[in-house]
């Protein structure tokens, strides 16, 4: 799977281009499924800001951008109604679009679906995470981001890559993410970590990284 890891959406052209550049085609082109489930199992969720991510309303530009076609893909719902129902849906998509919110709640109805297990096979595919939805692409999430409790009990995600994210660097809005935080945090994983910032995304490639920023970032 190709992997576009934001940390607050599509929100310059540079991130606009890199995602053209792994759909192969353009955005207009392109046919997309939602993923709002993250945004539930944190504490700063709430149905309006599903709807607003849905809807194409929000701050962090995702759904919003001219998709040929718009669909939701709740998590929650698929171990209900079967593979036979969903997995056609997935396949027949160009890219999943996985909102923000708590990585550990979105990692545990990613593997309680069956997706997370699906994804490596899924080469062609695009995955565009904002926020928690970048992170649970990552081996961990540190325990500064713990809100929501795994049945695991630990920051364990899905591990498709070999860092872990720490999103909205020096947002105005967030006084805890300082560099300084970022490197406190930084020194108690055991693997490789990039701090970005809004402006800034991780691009993956059959493991090739490349960073595409028009802001700032730091790689630990």
């Known amino acids: 799977m190709k992997l576009l890891l934001t940390s607050a959406g599509v929100k310059n052209p540079s991130i606009r281009q890199a995602l053209v550049d792994l759909l192969g085609k353009p955005v207009e082109e392109a046919d997309a499924l939602c993923i709002p489930t993250a945004g539930y199992g944190h504490p700063m969720g709430s149905p309006a800001g599903a709807w607003r991510f849905i809807t194409g309303q929000s701050t962090t530009p995702m759904c919003e951008l001219g998709w040929r076609s718009m669909g939701v893909l709740e998590l929650t719902a698929l171990p209900s109604i079967g593979a036979e129902r969903w997995l056609p ?63 695991t009990g630990n920051d364990e995600t899905l591990g498709l890559v070999d860092f872990s994210l720490f999103p909205h660097l020096d947002h105005p809005a967030l006084p805890e993410n300082t560099m300084a935080d970022a490197e406190r945090w930084a020194a108690t994983l055991p693997n490789p970590a990039y701090a970005i910032d809004d402006e800034t995304a991780v691009k993956v490639v059959d493991g090739v990284v490349e960073i595409v920023s028009e802001g700032h970032w730091r790689l630990f």
């Open 89 to 151: 849906w997935v396949q027949q998509a160009d890219v999943l679009l996985a909102n923000g919110g708590d990585a550990l709640y979105l990692c545990h109805w990613m593997r309680q679906s069956g997706l997370a297990e699906l994804l490596p096979s899924l080469h062609e595919k695009v995955w565009v995470g904002l926020s928690a939805g970048s992170m649970v692409m990552t081996p961990r999430i540190g325990a500064d981001f713990v809100e929501w409790k795994s049945p």
